[in-house]
């Protein structure tokens, strides 16, 4: 569900804090070098994530301190779509599932480059030929995504009726979650609900492709002409019906809703 910014900082409140002195433990652990910078970055409301500079570059950490999604799934798709595909993903990635740093699994990436694809998608400046563009690329990029195949056991294989009980269960009957957001946000969940009744069911056999859950434009980097230079955050993957995923992004095209896609 993608909720205004504004929301994302109001989810956020009650997370906990991690401190530097945490962070550095949990990179030497993983003998990524010493922390001389800690920046906590806003995030979803099931993570907590921070910018973290060291002697060797800078980094990414996600620790998940919500039960939600997947952050071993996160790793092994960012390693699949390493090996396999010309895509821009993270050319570090270190998973530890360990709970004595921070008190939660965590997730550390090699820092991408680039400006978030809603803000280059929402500046006044960028022309509608440049967000047209940002979406043909990212069609690509869902469409390269599709094509990957995965070994048996890397993900819980899906269909579409599957998928849509995972997002009641783990969104809209999560209580813990729903209450942590906005009430403008808790308002939109009996439309979302709507909306999941309303998804035709694909009957078998149909294609099988994977299926990127978070596939929107908050998950790219771009350059300054909106040429997508960083692809990030797998969570929420699985193995489904190929016409799901379609259906799933089908939003990113048509710019709806208004108010996160813009005209």
């Known amino acids: 569900m993608a909720i205004s910014k504004q929301a994302f900082i109001e989810a956020s409140k009650a997370k906990p804090t991690f401190t530097a002195e945490q962070g550095a433990v949990a990179f030497a652990r993983q003998g990524l070098g010493s922390v001389s910078e ?8 099931t993570n907590c994530v921070y910018k973290a500079v060291c002697c060797d570059g800078s980094y990414i950490i996600k620790i998940k301190y919500r039960k939600a999604f997947s952050l071993a799934v996160d790793f092994n798709i960012t390693a699949l779509l390493r090996d396999t595909t010309t895509l821009p993903v993270p050319e570090i990635s270190v998973l530890c599932e360990d709970t004595d740093v921070f008190g939660y699994p965590y997730l550390v990436s ?21 967000r ?24 819980p294989v899906q269909d579409v009726t599957q998928w849509r009980e995972d997002i009641r269960r783990k969104l809209l009957y999560n209580q ?3 209450a942590d957001l906005p009430e403008d946000c808790q308002a939109k969940l009996p439309i979302i609900e709507d909306l999941l009744d309303k998804i035709d069911v694909v009957p078998n056999p149909s294609p099988q492709g994977l299926l990127w859950g978070d596939a929107t434009i908050h998950n790219l980097l771009v350059d300054d002409d909106g040429h997508i230079v960083g692809i990030y955050d797998f969570e929420n993957l699985g193995y489904v019906v190929v016409l799901h995923d379609q259906l799933h992004v089908a939003a990113n095209f048509t710019r709806e809703p208004q108010e996160i896609y813009g005209r």
């Open 38 to 45: 800690w920046t906590e970055l806003e995030a979803n409301p």
């Open 110 to 130: 090699s820092l991408l480059p680039g400006t978030q694809g809603r803000d280059f998608f929402e500046r006044p400046s960028t022309s509608d030929d440049r």
């Open 132 to 155: 047209c563009r940002l979406l043909k690329e990212f069609g690509s990029v869902v469409a390269a995504i599709n094509e990957q195949s995965v070994s048996d056991g890397l993900l």
């Open 176 to 178: 813990d979650l729903v």
